[in-house]
């Protein structure tokens, strides 16, 4: 990677714990994106210069006003903080993104260095009136007493004797090494942590480009649902999907309150509905809040009754998106104009009767009164034409006829509502002769007015935008790896190289492999085949062997089964890895067997049988290859195994890589591959899961663009 002179100046508080964590932080974001470089530069803050204001009663931005200020005069490019410490809201010159690595969250209690004992009646330091809330209720006869300083100062006053204790964060004592110190762990359940404990946050000036693009890779996109009419039966699954996975769900008054319950426990439910002039949040601060939270990492749900496109204001809250250029989702819903018309039979069509309906409300925005449609008004609205692709040029000549303008906007919508809806885009005057209608027999629905110009269509602010995917991975990794590649903006297209099956009568078998000390399972996708085959058969988990791994993939499909490995390779994912760990682990005596697909039994030169002649390789699956005579288009492919090469080579040729790029889930898929490639760019995930290599693709990407940035000198 070539490097650059261009630093960027990245601002911080001068103690030790904001240095530290600030390297810590930008060690970090240099390895996902090795085009950037950057120097810190410690400063001072009113929090730091003043030591006696209770920080009880400190203002908002005591701790980042200094950083702010320097930003806002361009002396830093940006600044890194404690993400609690950041006022809410930012100062308007300002924006920011929280980095996803988070310390531990709790608060603990710390003791004088020569001292194990609580007195009956402790002087207690505390700075927040909710650890003094804590304290009054566990130490009743406890005196509260305001303490100041960094971490070090606090702590030579509690040895000093002037504290008996101290509350304070986990994450800052284990970010400078001071772990040591803690004498004891209070329960989240206890002491409840401000949900910004333990991150850390970046702030940069507003419309920054650059950072702009770095935030793309910790960013969810938001999730702007319809939630359907009246009851929750008339959710789609792609919104109940949304609401498990969600963090916050910011809902409306028309929303089924029921839906809420598919959420997770600690998610959070903000209500902002309006019902006849009654407000709980103006339309302005649901947008404002809807970037707040999506800028803080979480995944949102903003979920609207009906469907959001239709009276649902939807237009406002992408228009915050795009202010942030932050990435998002509509999920279309069911519409109360359907609910009303089909489900009644009222029917809007009928044949013989009527071919078409108007939709409209009689009150305009700002007006609480009704204002009745001028004859230009009527004919101003949009026009949509249901099977109506195939006859775009006698659209277009009647609307001509009836003295539509031939700039008029016109847009045709293909396989709407599938995974990959296309959309020509033209005027009147031009649509019937674009070649992409004109080529193109797939269903379409002919949008016509100024609703249907091309500058209404949603951007696409995913680290990878645009792009698409594909996955050539065993099926079973699909919803993992769709759910990944849409996170990040991109189009998945799936086409498995390899089927992975038990062969028959392996549940005879299923007893012996459990009489083994240890039991080696290579990949996600043998352990996926593994608890089936435990389900199908009723075995008792617990009569499993020690388990031995490598990578996380693996280890989350044992936990999302509550089994958890004696042995986990995070780190040399290949052979070489899991036979170091093993020979530290391994018994005189002990028995291994490794569950093995009938190709990996007939490779030869295997490091782990050299290592232990005792191993026992067991024919677990078949590793079927699969062939195709088309090759969809692509821009990046993801391997997950040698053998998926293979078979992709073998159904290809490499030559249809030229100009595209590989991600491969390890070395040992990455060398099959040929290893680096001259002619297409070839990437060696993080880590050995799926997620991952989409994470590292999306790294890849973004790192691309902040390239073109700096050579354009724009930086």
């Known amino acids: 990677m070539k490097n650059f002179s261009r630093v960027l100046l990245t601002g911080t508080r001068a103690s030790r714990l904001s240095v530290a964590q600030t390297e810590n932080a930008l060690d970090r974001l240099g390895k996902l994106l090795p085009s950037l470089s950057f120097k810190i530069i410690p400063m001072p803050s009113p929090g730091d210069r003043d030591k006696i204001t209770d920080l009880r009663e400190a203002p908002p931005d ?38 996803p690595w988070r310390e531990d969250p709790r608060d603990v209690i710390v003791l004088p260095g020569n001292r194990r004992e609580i007195p009956e009646k402790p002087r207690i330091g505390i700075s927040s009136t909710r650890r003094e809330e804590y304290c009054r209720k566990r130490f009743p006869g406890g005196i509260i007493l305001s303490i100041r300083g960094d971490i070090e100062q606090r702590i030579a006053q509690l040895d000093e004797g002037k504290y008996d204790l101290l509350i304070m964060a986990a994450a800052g004592l284990n970010r400078i090494n001071l772990s040591h110190r803690i004498s004891e762990f209070i329960p989240l359940e206890e002491l409840p942590t401000p949900e910004a404990q333990g991150f850390l946050s970046v702030t940069f000036k507003k419309g920054g480009g650059t950072f702009n693009l770095i935030r793309k890779l910790f960013l969810k996109p938001v999730l702007l649902a319809g939630a359907g009419p009246g009851c929750a039966d008339n959710v789609t699954l792609r919104v109940i999907n949304a609401l498990r996975a969600c963090d916050i769900c910011l809902y409306d008054a028309l929303c089924p309150v029921e839906l809420l319950d598919y959420m997770p426990q600690t998610a959070e439910r903000l209500f902002v509905g309006k019902r006849k002039g009654e407000h709980s949040h103006s339309q302005e601060e649901i947008c404002e809040l809807i970037a707040f939270y999506a800028r803080k990492g979480k995944s949102v749900v903003r979920l609207k009754g009906g469907d959001p496109g239709i009276f649902g204001r939807l237009a406002e809250e992408i228009d915050i998106m795009d202010k942030f250029q932050l990435p998002f989702k509509v999920l279309p819903g069911v519409s109360s104009l359907t609910a009303a018309s089909s489900a009644t039979g009222l029917l809007l069509t009928r044949r013989g009767l009527s071919r078409g309906f108007t939709v409209a409300t009689p009150r305009k925005s700002g007006s609480g009164k009704i204002e009745w449609f001028s004859e230009g008004e009527l004919k101003s609205f949009p026009q949509v034409y249901f099977m109506g692709a195939d006859d775009i040029n006698e659209i277009s000549v009647n609307l001509r006829k009836n003295a539509y303008p031939g700039t008029l906007p016109v847009a045709v919508v293909y396989n709407a509502g599938s995974r990959s809806p296309a959309i020509v885009c033209g005027t009147l005057d031009e649509i019937a002769g674009n070649p992409n209608v004109k080529n193109n027999s797939s269903p379409g629905i002919v949008i016509v007015g100024k609703n249907a110009d091309s500058l209404f269509l949603y951007s696409n602010y995913g680290a990878l935008g645009g792009m698409k995917v594909l996955f050539t991975g065993s099926g079973r990794l699909n919803m993992e790896a769709e759910r990944s590649i849409e996170m990040f903006g991109a189009e998945a297209i799936f086409l498995p190289m390899i089927k992975l099956s038990l062969p028959s009568g392996i549940q005879m078998h299923l007893e012996y492999i459990l009489k083994f000390d240890w039991l080696i399972v290579p990949s996600p996708s043998c352990a996926v085949l593994l608890m089936e085959l435990m389900e199908k058969t009723c075995t008792d988990i617990r009569k499993l062997p020690r ?169």
Not at 78 to 97: M, N, Q, R, W, Y
Not at 592 to 615: H, Q, V, W, Y
Not at 628 to 650: G, Q
């Open 62 to 99: 005591f701790f980042t006003r200094d950083l702010d200020n320097a930003i806002i005069a361009g002396e830093i490019d940006c600044a890194v903080h404690s993400a609690k410490d950041i006022p809410e809201p930012l100062t308007g010159e300002l924006d920011f993104f929280r980095l």
């Open 547 to 715: 388990i031995a791994i490598c990578g996380l993939g693996t280890a989350t499909v044992f936990r999302e089964n509550h089994i958890y490995p004696d042995l986990c390779v995070e780190e040399k994912f290949g052979q070489e890895g899991l036979v170091s760990a093993l020979k530290k682990r391994l018994k005189a005596g002990e028995k291994i067997i490794k569950l093995c697909s009938d190709k990996a039994l007939s490779r030869t030169g295997n490091r782990m049988r050299d290592a232990f002649p005792e191993l026992e390789e067991f024919h677990f699956y078949n590793n079927t290859p699969l062939s195709y005579s088309a090759m969809p288009d692509f821009d990046a492919v993801l391997f997950t195994s040698p053998s998926a090469v293979d078979a992709f080579i073998k159904s290809f040729t490499v030559g249809v890589l030229r100009g595209k790029t590989a991600v491969s889930i390890g070395e040992p898929t990455f060398k099959s591959l040929g290893g680096a490639s001259g002619y297409f760019n070839s990437l060696v995930s993080y880590e050995a899961t799926v997620s991952s290599m989409i994470s590292t693709l999306a790294s890849w990407k973004i790192n691309c663009n902040i390239l073109e940035i700096l050579n354009k000198g724009k930086l």
